[in-house]
DNA sequence: AGTCTCACG
DNA sequence: ACGTACGTGAGACTC
């Protein structure tokens, strides 16, 4: 099928610019434009395959938008010189890929793409728009889609008709009457005063367009927005006529001028040598459309790589001793289980590809073929993974071990780019210049998964084994150039091993115990359930925010605070101010509390104990936080309660697994502003810790200038939640909610803290300017945070960018260093021939369980390795309880 | 699938 | 004039 597609050059460029980290030559020319910009095309190429191509770019700077509109994209920033340097190298890439490009005197990219795309709609040719720029949506028709760049340049979120109904409630041809009401502040497109979004939907539901809302402007209800809108009824239209992209320029082609079948591959790999994209030229022979030396254009249907073939061998009876010479080292090891919680889950075989060649085992011969188990557990043989940790807690299942695991592909993904989500091996093997169809595809999800045939998965399987062995040399450079090794090799891939044994250990879980809290929970629930009912005049669906919002703000008519996008907010913020409005209200709040407790953490836990172990295995998520944290799932042991009684009652069901044994909880100490006050080195902060003080009552002392016994209660909170939001990279507005003060009060506080803590003050403003120097943030291990948003122009991201610059190396280095005392305490009790167990970590905790015999020995060792760890300007403190259940370890 | 709410550090 | 605390996962409801 034929398809055109439109690439909207100016966007793609700018998103590019701004999106990632800066890249020069040694020339001190910037590329990373011209970089995001062909990563784009290549992605284009590979996912779309275009019949006809064109890249629209703007012109010069006036066009007939500023005669009419003087104003027109007048607060604009001029662009960058560091950004127009690299448009005629775009062109380069361009021109090397033979792909067709247009900019026309008077016109913007928008004006040319409008033009083409209606050319191609008169023709009944389907058109995809690749831009970052949502003005573009208007143009969406049947057969006008358009892929909007979004977060970075690498996504794409694509947008039909029905998804613009879906996101706006408007038709595509609406949109610009939304910009005609509300104005653009990027375009300097001014709109009707006082008309934001919410208020142009409204009007456009009732109304239709602009003309029509100007036209009937005395049905207009409410005064003031009728006066606006009376006002500036011809500023609303010429808004409107500005955001009005052309479909009639006089372009000097035509629609079969722009097909495009394929490229050489020699003089685009020339270009790619000169600009220095050297990842990009391995994957090049494998777009679509590429044309090796001699090899005449074929059109570009024909153009396609298609995947090589992969030669299996699979193993299956006596015969396999010949199969042994492809147990050979370094090898990929994939581990393949069926469904994605790997505890318990059935194996399905396992593939291993390596310079000798593919094999695969499926799982009825695993056990029993010797030679392949002592393969699996020798770690002098070297083993590359993708997730080791899943196989390997697959195979401990199964009494099997897996050793020598030497590189994880997956970890080293999630190193190089933590907030990237897409680590999926499938997203990764194209930079390895192969394809390799997400399991998702292959095996279907949610009722549609099925099982493959024997050939299909000994395939899949081992093509999987093959990425993972091509994208290791890749990864590993990449590691090492990021600077990272140490990070890699000695901390995150050793924990990996530990966390597996975690996640298998498990946790003892005293399911009677919970049951009768869940009927107690019940019972109380049910009474409250009756007063509510009573109270409101009628039964509803209390757990129902909808009917909520319903019963208190319309029918008892108490103040709604706050608004939600869909309605009323009844968040509990909301409702605790409401508490003495109205007896039903504290009742809501407390069968919240109790309907939480049971729905999460009676029947939720309940259900994932293992029926034959009679614990809980968790799934630690080493490769998803942005900072380093781990995080936990199926079920999130992580967030178990501890804050009001009642909750923490829970913890009387966590018990250790062993009779006899005890549970030993060691938590660090104020980590976070620890690690603030060596990062900052602050005077009063490192004095503060040096002498062990109350850290919340010492910031009361300093911000409220007095002495310790006159700090009261209320001073002490409101330092401690200074403290926590300076942690946070505080703003006077979360600062006020949070302790619900004006505003003004907050900043207040915030001023007298800096005033006081003036390290920490040039610390932070230190750290923001280096995210925008380096494009991103760092922890104490080395760990990278790349922070696009902090050079973009609105102020939003911006804000949030310069926040996560600041939290970031906090939460991240204490993230880092638990890490490291987990290794090294592993280590300990090994070397110790120790028998106690870490069972569970939970960010600034570790959990273990241990035999009543090693108590006295594990009460020493486990803070002693843990507040050595690192060596910081300032001590790090540990606190270790030890209890019968996890409730008592406090 | 998206939203709201709420549990934790 | 704007809208925001940082990082997570899960259950219930709604469309």
Not at 266 to 278: A, G, Q, S, T
Not at 318 to 324: F, H, N, P
Not at 464 to 469: E, L, S, V
Request: aromatic share 8%.
């Amino acid at each position: 099928m034929e398809k055109l597609v439109l690439i909207d050059g100016n966007s793609i460029a700018n998103r590019a610019f701004y999106a990632l980290p800066p890249l020069t030559l040694a020339s001190g020319q910037h590329t990373h434009a011209v970089y995001g910009f062909t990563t784009m095309l290549l992605k284009v190429l590979e996912e779309e395959r275009p019949t006809h191509l064109l890249v629209a770019f703007d012109a010069g700077k006036v066009t007939f938008r500023h005669a009419r509109f003087e104003a027109y994209k007048g607060k604009r920033h001029k662009t960058p010189n560091e950004l127009s340097e690299q448009f005629p190298l775009i062109k380069d890439v361009l021109d090397a890929f033979g792909i067709r490009y247009h900019e026309q005197e008077g016109f913007e990219a928008d004006d040319i793409i409008g033009t083409v795309s209606a050319w191609a709609e008169a023709r009944g040719l389907a058109t995809r728009i690749v831009t970052g720029d949502k003005d573009l949506l208007q143009l969406v028709s049947p057969y006008v889609t358009v892929a909007l760049t979004r977060k970075g340049i690498s996504e794409t979120e694509r947008y039909d008709e029905a998804a613009i109904r879906q996101k706006y409630g408007l038709t595509p041809a609406q949109l610009v009457d939304l910009k005609g009401l509300m104005g653009d502040a990027s375009d300097n497109i001014p709109g009707v005063p006082g008309v934001g979004e919410k208020t142009a939907l409204k009007l456009l539901a009732q109304f239709g367009s602009v003309e029509e809302v100007v036209r009937r402007v005395d049905e207009i209800s409410g005064p003031k927005l009728r006066e606006a809108i009376a006002a500036h009824r011809e500023q609303a239209l010429v808004s409107k006529e500005l955001a009005v992209i052309r479909r009639d320029v006089p372009l000097p082609f035509e629609l079969e001028d722009l097909r495009y079948d394929g490229f050489a591959l020699e003089p685009v790999r020339e270009v790619f040598r000169r600009l220095e994209f050297k990842s990009l030229l391995d994957r090049l022979p494998h777009v679509p459309g590429a044309r090796a030396p001699g090899e005449t254009s074929t059109g570009a249907e024909e153009g396609d790589a298609a995947p090589t073939p992969l030669d299996v061998a699979v193993a299956g009876t006596a015969e396999d001793a010949a199969l042994e010479r492809l147990l050979a080292a370094p090898a990929a090891v994939v581990v393949e289980l069926d469904g994605d919680n790997y505890h318990e889950a059935a194996l399905l075989g396992i593939g291993v590809y390596s310079d000798a060649g593919a094999l695969f085992v499926p799982a009825a011969r695993v056990e029993e073929w010797e030679a392949l188990r002592a393969f699996l557990a020798d770690p002098t043989r070297e083993k590359w993974v993708y997730d080791g940790k899943r196989g390997e807690v697959a195979l401990r299942w199964r009494g099997l071990s897996l050793e020598g695991i030497a590189f994880d592909v997956l970890i080293a993904s999630y190193l190089l780019n933590p907030t990237e989500s897409r680590h999926a091996l499938s997203d990764l093997a194209p930079r390895a210049g192969l394809s390799l169809a997400p399991d998702e595809e292959v095996y279907g999800k949610g009722a549609k998964r099925r099982a493959l045939a024997a050939g299909e998965l000994a395939a899949h399987v081992c093509r999987k084994a093959q990425a993972i062995y091509r994208l290791k040399p890749l990864l590993e450079r990449e590691v090492e150039e990021a600077e990272m090794n140490g990070l890699f090799y000695d901390l995150e891939l050793p924990l990996s091993r530990i966390l597996a044994a975690m996640e298998h250990a498990g946790f003892r879980v005293d399911t009677a115990r919970l049951k009768e809290m869940g009927e107690e929970f019940e019972r109380r629930l049910e009474e409250l359930t009756a007063e509510i009912y009573r109270l409101a005049g009628t039964p509803f669906n209390i757990n129902s925010p909808k009917q909520l919002g319903e019963i208190l703000f319309d029918k008892l008519g108490l103040p709604p605070l706050k608004k939600t996008k869909t309605g009323y907010s009844t968040s509990a913020d909301v409702l605790e101010k409401l508490q003495d409005a109205h007896e039903i209200v504290p009742k809501i709040l407390y069968y919240r509390t109790l309907g939480k407790l049971k729905s999460t953490y009676v029947d939720g836990l309940l259900k994932e104990v293992n029926p034959r172990t009679g614990k809980i295995h968790t799934i630690f998520n080493q490769a998803l936080t942005a900072t380093g944290r781990l995080s936990s799932a199926e079920p999130n042991l992580q967030n178990i309660p501890i804050r009001l009684e009642e909750g923490r009652r829970i913890r009387q069901a966590f018990v250790p697994s062993e009779p006899g044994w005890k549970l030993l909880a060691a938590d660090y100490s104020q980590i976070e502003l620890r690690v603030l006050a060596h990062l900052s080195q602050d005077e009063a902060l490192v004095d503060a810790f040096h002498r062990d003080m109350d850290i919340h009552t010492r910031t009361a002392m300093d911000v409220f200038g007095v002495p310790e016994d006159a700090v009261t209660p209320l001073m002490r909170r409101q330092a401690k939640a200074v403290n926590f939001g300076i942690i946070y990279g505080i703003s006077d507005y979360g600062l006020s909610q949070n302790l619900g003060i004006p505003r003004k009060e907050a900043a207040a506080f915030i001023e007298r803290y800096f005033d006081v803590f003036r390290g920490v003050k040039r610390y932070m403003e230190d750290v923001v300017e280096e995210a925008r120097r380096k494009g991103y943030v760092t922890t104490l291990l080395g760990r990278r945070r790349f922070l696009p948003d902090i050079h973009s122009p609105n102020y939003n991201l911006r804000s949030f960018a310069e926040r996560t610059a600041r939290n970031t190396p906090i939460q991240g280095t204490a993230a880092d260093i638990i890490k490291l005392a987990m290794v090294n305490l592993a280590r300990r009790l090994k070397e110790e021939g120790l028998r106690s167990r870490l069972i569970l970590q939970v960010h600034d905790e570790l959990v273990f369980e241990v035999p009543e015999d090693e108590l006295a020995v594990m009460r020493e060792l486990v803070p002693a390795v843990m507040e050595r760890a690192v060596r910081l300007s300032v001590p790090l403190k540990v606190d270790v309880h030890v209890g019968d259940t996890w409730y008592d370890a406090k």
